[in-house]
């Protein structure tokens, strides 16, 4: 069918690959870019929160032109039992600002909007094709793709892979293993309409301003895992994940965790009377640094969550697929100017701009906390959220009871858990696991 | 049943394109299924794994979110055997 040869073929239109296809485009490479979505963003889940800084380095000028739902003035992070949520909030004006830092989007009409940026920097975007497998000579490099149509192979000099966290190709190729069951998180999502008002009074919130509520606690029954509460203009995300070894270890459903979530207390009334449009599931990439693969070889990278780029602990992973994108069409724009081969090692400097930049250094930073998490998930997904539950309300209930007796119950409620020696342990592992 | 039922209805929302006999996931045929083909019964975000009567697993992909969470836990076992559908099939996200 494509009888020319690309300087890069892009597969997938998600973050990373549209990052990847619009810098080598705009820097004036012949790039194909490969969907087997009916359009960019129809295969494609997240929350979401999108992260301006990494679009603009991108689009300076994004905010005029894309499909931005609520820009983020307050976040809610809720400690939950199954009847009551220990939160902690901040909210500030500072947040509206002329260009603000975080906002909310639909992912698939983001995702369809920035493809045509791609396009319009002069990418051919192809959509309704799975590529079948990565091409490689004699010599493993890989030259090429094979796609669903008929036709054959096409070909590049270097293909970025950005199949996301499911990424079968890589796995097929041997250049990476599949995720372990650990390493990723499954979560299930819900689209709830609201009309606009009645968004913004239940959330507090005036013109575009937006509001996440993530929640964590015996909520997720002692497996690791959160759930989240999104709001967009017209609607709000609703969903629930938890880590696939737990689930595959317990007999929930996601979706029985999502209407239990939904359910709850504090989240019904903020849902009342909306009209579900959408249910979706995706996984998450959870491992951290120590899971992430051969991110280079002899005609490829791989870039976003098929690289497993996610930093579960802050919930970043769309800026890490955008940066990592970026720099992969960097790094060839680099290595194509200088009419060198796309080989290993020249491909190297992929991996030397992503360590210098957050991305790798961020992971690193919380190289010990996936495994600590899911070691200690009882403690810090049931336990913890329990005792201080209760000890929150011993603190407001007014009954007659001395104040210093209420504390000593409480201290001795937490000793009695977890034993000093139990609460000590916990709070270092945690310090080291966060340093 | 009360679940199961439920999650029908929220894929009652979703827009798809089914490759009409070309399911893009196919169970191994298998006497008595391992312990994580039994699991997908509960974790398929879905629904479309069942235990039959027989007490094996049957896979109707057609609600398929295509998530990957059964290729993690089943495919390298020799499971089941998972690709993408056919390029422009399958669940088609309005949001996402």
Partial sequence: MIEEKFDAIVIGAGMAGNAAAHTMASRGLNVLQLERGEYPGSKNVQGAILYADMVEKIIPNFREEAPLERHLVEQRFWMMTDRSHTGLQYRSDDFNEDKPNRYTIIRSQFDRWFSKEVQGQGALVICETTVMELVSDAYGKVIGVRTDRRGGTIFADVVVVAEGVNGLLGARAGLRESPKPEHVALAVKEMHFLPREVIEARFNLQGDEGVVIEAAGTVSKGMTGMGFVYTNKESVSVGFGCLVSDFAENQETPYGLLENFKSHPSIKPLLEGSEVKEYAAHLIPEGGYKTIPQLFGDGWVVVGDAAQLNNAIHREGSNLALTSGRLAGEAIFQIHSRREPMTKQNLAVYKKLLDDSFVMKDLKKYKDMPALLHAQSQNYFLAYPTLVSKAMENFLRVDGTPKLEKEKATISSFIKQRSLAGLVGDAWRLACAWR | ?96
């Fill in chain 2, 1 to 96: 049943m009360g679940m199961a039922a439920r999650v029908e209805e929220k894929l009652f929302q979703n827009r798809y394109l089914v490759d009409s006999g070309k399911p893009h996931i196919v169970v191994a045929p298998h006497e008595k299924p391992s312990t994580n083909l039994l699991a997908m019964t509960h974790i398929c975000p879905a629904g479309c794994y069942v235990e039959n009567a027989a007490g094996q697993v049957e896979i109707a992909p057609d609600g398929c979110l295509e998530c990957g969470t059964c290729r993690i836990l089943c495919e390298a076992s020799g499971d089941i055997t998972w690709n993408y559908p056919r390029g422009g099939y399958g669940v088609l996200f309005k949001f996402g």
